[in-house]
């Protein structure tokens, strides 16, 4: 793959989101199951301290990859919940990792986390290596992985992540998670 097709794939995936995710929707988007659960797609993202993190790592944990961008403002407003939802499970073996989009400095996203008061692990991809293995085509974009590596749920536009219907997700797939 060229280093344009990288670039062409995020530049659709923006079109489509401005089409499909205008920013004054009012209504939350849905928590969908994905049939036959799929293989979450392994990828290697350095956070912001430059410490390499991958998904793997996280194996036997259950996993919300957040992917969003300091620009993108439904992003800014579920950063509150997703910090209150982290809160709440983080002792029970649930992760958030956050997958910057943000093709700005890395300066940007830590004053961007630094401001929404987001305490858990931000990983920056600029060059967009990541999403395109969980078909990001809007912002934010998130999936739920179970502790053996399937993709639960997925929600694409702003989400209510206090919501008892997350929290009914989170729970039932820490429910195989030992304590």
Same mark, same amino acid.
């Given at each position: 793959?060229?280093?344009? /097709?990288?670039?062409?794939?995020? =530049?659709? /995936? &923006? ?9 004054? /929707? !009012?209504?939350?988007?849905?928590? #969908?199951?994905? #049939? ?5 797609? +392994?990828?290697?993202?350095?956070? =912001? ?5 991958? =998904? ?12 969003? /961008?300091?620009?993108? &403002? ?31 400095? *890395?300066? #940007?996203?830590?004053?961007?986390? +630094? ?25 934010? !974009? ?14 694409? @536009? +702003? ?7 997350? #929290?009914?997700?989170? +729970? *039932?797939?820490? @429910?195989?998670?030992?304590?």
């Amino acid at each position: 793959m060229t280093k344009r /097709a990288p670039i062409f794939c995020w =530049l659709i /995936a &923006v079109l489509l989101g401005a089409v499909l995710l205008p920013t004054g /929707a !009012t209504e939350a988007s849905p928590l #969908k199951p994905m #049939k036959g659960a799929p293989s979450a797609t +392994e990828f290697v993202l350095p956070d =912001l301290g430059g410490k390499t993190v991958r =998904l793997s790592d996280f194996k036997g944990k259950v996993v919300l990859i957040n992917f969003w /961008a300091t620009w993108c &403002v439904p992003c800014a407003k579920e950063a509150p919940a997703l910090e209150s939802l982290w809160q709440t499970y983080r002792s029970r073996g649930f992760v958030i990792l956050a997958v910057s989009l943000d093709r700005s400095s *890395q300066e #940007k996203v830590k004053a961007f986390v +630094e401001e929404y008061r987001m305490t858990f692990p931000v990983l920056h991809d600029p060059d967009d290596l990541a999403s395109p293995g969980y078909l990001v085509f809007g912002l934010p !974009t998130s999936v739920l992985i179970t502790p053996n590596g399937r993709v639960a749920y997925r929600v694409v @536009g +702003e989400y209510d992540y206090d919501s008892s219907e997350m #929290k009914q997700a989170v +729970e *039932q797939l820490l @429910g195989g998670v030992a304590r």
